[in-house]
């Protein structure tokens, strides 16, 4: 390998040749005894510049007709000589001219020669970042470092695959990083099946708690441990409004009312009225006359359970958004409770930590410069962001707090349920293998530079992916996730296991000839 000092192209031995172009489509012939995969990257060298595209497609064939093909295959027919050949078609995505990289302006020329991307490539495609997720994949290889910009957290991002593709072990990596670049970063972090801290899933088992920061930059929630609960007296009106999605204006209004006239324990006293009086008696505190509304609201305050909304002052949401302004990433494992609830205790914390980024923004913007950028990694985002239900406070995040330095990311294996418009703001998209047709069809119609991958993220193997993250990767890389454990044993190696001290080594030298010396005299 080596550089050609005229036009500044890497030179590495040639894998084929261009047969035709159109657009942004390229084919060219396979040399025999070379083997691609689909996404994996290629450089074409054309005159002065250099562009790079993505294999999405491949056949072979001959130049026998179909009928001899078939009279040779069955042996009745031997035929002269002929050719055999395997054709790619690939999608031009970047070129690369006097050192400048930009969107192709053009395309190659016929006979030019393609080449693998190499480590050199790597460099070009300028992939690395402070949140590295993996590295990139060209055919067998592991290339260079690939990973998501912190400026990136804040236009929002999205994790979609299968169950089993190896979402929980991106989600790990991911957010180890961000604990790493702490108080740079910080994240809130929800786990709906309890497999974050320990890792479950995972082989060997290894989760956030075997992170070396643990116990100085992340805070771990759960309702099992009884850290994870809502006083009464903390919910106004206006949380019944993040706590139930479909709360109707006269509901609210009749909120207000009671929270007017009975303070900060209006919750526990207007259900100790209705238990006692029924909906007369609620009326009667409010001066109101609406049997229906008033049965609504009593309905959805009679719904919050004593175990996570017990009477009291104390919220653990304002532990979370202390903790998240300091830089401590929050994980609150909502594990072993019901869906209810977990919609519940998920909008009421990402709502506080939220809004506490942007009450600072609108009044004291000094302060906010300070706070970290959150990344708030929500499972099940299906849940949360389905067109077809009431909207939730996540909608909110991804269309309007980008500017706030909030940013959502959405894990699900049903990424075509998501809201349009939500998912059109999700410009950093990590994307694993993904088997059903409806989300393939939802992914690749919906999301720049992956027309033409529906194969390809069928065919992804466990742990691999392709990443886009705009404006900095204007195109689809195809990764490999980085191994959670594979990444705490180098972490280890790096910071913890330093080399012997000399003078430690020295003085136990001593030690061991003195207690020799002081045998030998007795």
């Known amino acids: 390998m080596h550089t050609n000092g005229s036009s500044g192209a890497i030179m590495s031995e040639s894998i084929g040749f261009v047969c035709g172009t159109e657009g942004d489509k390229i084919s060219f012939f396979l040399n025999h005894g070379v ?67 930009r969107s192709p302006t053009f395309n190659p020329n016929y006979r030019d020669k393609v080449f693998t991307a190499n480590e050199e490539d790597c460099t070009v495609l300028k992939l690395s970042g402070e949140l590295e997720v993996g590295r990139l994949r060209s055919g067998e290889q592991l290339l260079g470092s690939a990973g998501i910009n912190i400026e990136a ?10 169950t089993g593709s ?24 929800f786990d709906f099946a309890g497999q974050l801290l320990d890792g479950k899933g995972i082989r060997p088992q290894k989760g956030l708690k075997d992170h070396p920061f643990f116990h100085s ?50 919750i526990q006293d207007t259900k100790e009225v209705y238990g006692a009086e029924g909906y007369v008696g609620v009326g009667r505190i409010a001066d109101y006359k609406m049997k229906h509304v008033i049965e609504a609201l009593m309905l959805k305050l009679s719904s919050l359970s004593y175990d996570l909304f017990p009477v009291s002052d104390y919220s653990f949401v304002d532990s979370v958004t202390q903790n998240i302004a300091n830089g401590i990433t929050c994980l609150v494992d909502i594990s072993g409770i019901s869906s209810d609830e977990q919609n519940k205790i998920v909008c009421l914390t990402a709502s506080a930590v939220a809004q506490h980024y942007k009450r600072m923004w609108e009044e004291n913007y000094e302060e906010w410069k300070n706070l970290p950028t959150l990344l708030i990694t929500l499972e099940e985002a299906h849940e949360f962001l389905d067109p077809n239900k009431s909207r939730t406070i996540f909608s909110d995040i991804a269309l309007t707090y980008r500017k706030y330095r909030v940013g959502l990311n959405a894990v699900t294996p049903r990424p075509s349920r998501i809201n349009f418009d939500v998912f059109a703001e999700l410009w950093t998209k990590v994307i694993m293998k993904t088997e059903l047709r409806k989300d393939r069809a939802y992914l690749t119609e919906n999301t720049p530079y992956l027309e033409y991958s529906d194969t390809e993220i069928k065919m992804l193997d466990v742990g691999e992916a392709l990443l886009i993250s705009e404006p900095k990767i204007r195109f689809a890389v195809p990764i490999k996730v980085t191994h959670y454990p594979e990444y705490l044993a180098k972490k280890e190696n790096n910071n913890y296991r330093l080399p012997e001290s000399q003078n430690l080594s020295e003085m136990d030298k001593r030690l061991k000839k003195l207690d020799e010396q002081k045998s030998l005299s007795l």
Not at 85 to 90: L, N, Q, T
Not at 153 to 161: V, Y
Not at 221 to 244: N, Q
């Open 153 to 162: 957290i804040p236009l929002m991002m999205g994790m979609f695959g299968m």
């Open 166 to 189: 190896g979402k929980t072990n991106t989600e790990l990596i991911l957010n180890a990083q961000i604990i790493d670049n702490s108080p740079q970063t910080v994240a809130l972090i």
């Open 35 to 101: 083997a691609l995969s689909y996404g994996q990257i290629v450089r074409i060298d054309s005159d002065e510049r250099s562009f790079y595209a993505r294999v999405v497609n491949a056949q072979s064939s001959s130049t026998l007709k179909t009928i001899e093909q078939l009279r040779e295959a069955e042996g009745k027919e031997a035929f002269g000589p002929y050719s055999s050949f395997r054709s790619v078609d690939a999608i031009l995505f970047l070129e690369k001219k006097d050192g400048k990289i």
């Open 217 to 266: 930059k992340v805070q771990y929630y759960s309702a099992r441990d009884r850290k994870m609960v809502v006083g009464l007296y903390t919910i106004t009106p206006e949380k019944l409004i993040t706590l139930f999605p479909d709360l109707g204006v006269p509901q609210f209004r009749l909120a207000q009312k009671l929270y007017r006239k009975l303070g900060k324990g209006w």
